[in-house]
């Protein structure tokens, strides 16, 4: 069981039969947040918002999205159902809900005409409790896949993750949608998702790429890894941003390669603010808990016709 720390919610939008879902994290009134994305593939909507620089505490949900630029649409429905439940940024006009939302291409897995949109991120928003999260072909990682530099014949299904580790009296969650062109590498190093060739097994992406392989065709390789970092920790909107920088170290343990030019891969922190917490600690554990999820992520995938997940190769 993987629970968010007190006051976050989180919720799944998921369409088996296309291939696609949306996730959606609630942070709880008064959160501050703030992100970090690397790769030059980004797919993102109020990313702006996640610098320390701005002067709002940050958004009041974030959604991780399959669909591509097309999944952003998602986010439209958060922001209804926000409004609906009075929460937002205050102005002297009402309050305006803050949605951030990253994506992923997932495109080719499924139906490329299914998409999320405004009313999947509304579902999602209404499906969201502060229970166990739901793990594995659910929501934003329903159409993930990993290791895609020997081409669909050779993919393994990943999803959507989810880890929780202590910081002193404070709790770091982490939710990732793994969707890498490369591995996901256990704490061994050994691959435990990733590009499978009959008779050898997985055959690591940094091996592949020293030989020369690239993906089939471009689209392919449009990739990207997201992770939601939320915490209880009282944190400023700059240390939040420093524990988003920090989450993208546990991306790089788990994932090999990541933060490529084809790569969207973004790291969120919303921090709730109710337990006091070293900030370095909190930092260092998401990372931590960013790995972790990452990993959870591809052990509870399961396999669709085509694309088996990591549970069913030997």
């Not at 030059?40 to 709002?56: F, M, V, Y």
């Not at 969201?128 to 299904?157: I, M, Q």
Request: charged share 15%; hydrophobic share 45%; proline share 6%.
């Amino acid at each position: 069981m993987v629970a968010l720390p007190p006051g976050f919610a989180c919720g799944h939008w998921t369409d088996p039969t296309g291939l696609t879902g949306c996730t959606v994290v609630l942070a709880p009134p008064g959160a501050v947040g703030s992100g970090e994305l690397r790769g030059g593939g980004p797919g993102s909507r109020e990313s702006d918002l996640l610098s320390p620089a701005t002067s709002t505490a940050g958004p009041q949900a974030v959604v991780l999205s399959g669909g591509s630029a097309f999944g952003l649409a998602a986010a439209d429905g958060v922001v209804r159902w926000l409004e609906e439940a009075g929460r937002g940024h205050a102005t002297p006009a009402g309050r305006v809900p803050l949605v951030s939302a990253a994506v992923v291409y997932d495109l080719l897995l499924g139906d490329p005409r299914a998409r999320p949109d405004a009313a999947a991120g509304y579902a999602a928003a209404q499906d969201a409790s502060a229970g166990d999260v739901a793990r594995g072909s659910v929501g934003a990682g329903t159409g993930c896949t990993v290791g895609k530099l020997l081409g669909p014949e050779g993919w393994t299904r990943g999803g959507l993750g989810a880890a929780s580790v202590r910081a002193g009296d404070a709790t770091v969650s982490a939710v990732a949608a793994v969707n890498p062109i490369g591995d996901v590498l256990a704490a061994d190093g050994r691959v435990l998702a990733g590009a499978w060739r009959a008779g050898d097994g997985y055959v690591r992406a940094v091996e592949l790429i020293r030989a020369g392989a690239g993906a089939p065709i471009p689209a392919e390789r449009a990739n990207t890894t997201l992770v939601c970092v939320c915490t209880d920790a009282k944190l400023t909107k700059l240390q939040a941003w420093l524990v988003a920088r920090a989450a993208s170290a546990g991306v790089a343990r788990a994932v090999s390669p990541c933060a490529t030019s084809f790569d969207g891969d973004m790291t969120f922190c919303l921090a709730g603010g109710e337990a006091e917490a070293d900030p370095t600690a909190v930092s260092v554990l998401a990372a931590e808990a960013a790995t972790l999820a990452i990993r959870d992520g591809v052990e509870r995938a399961t396999g669709v016709p085509g694309c088996p997940a990591a549970a069913d190769r030997s």
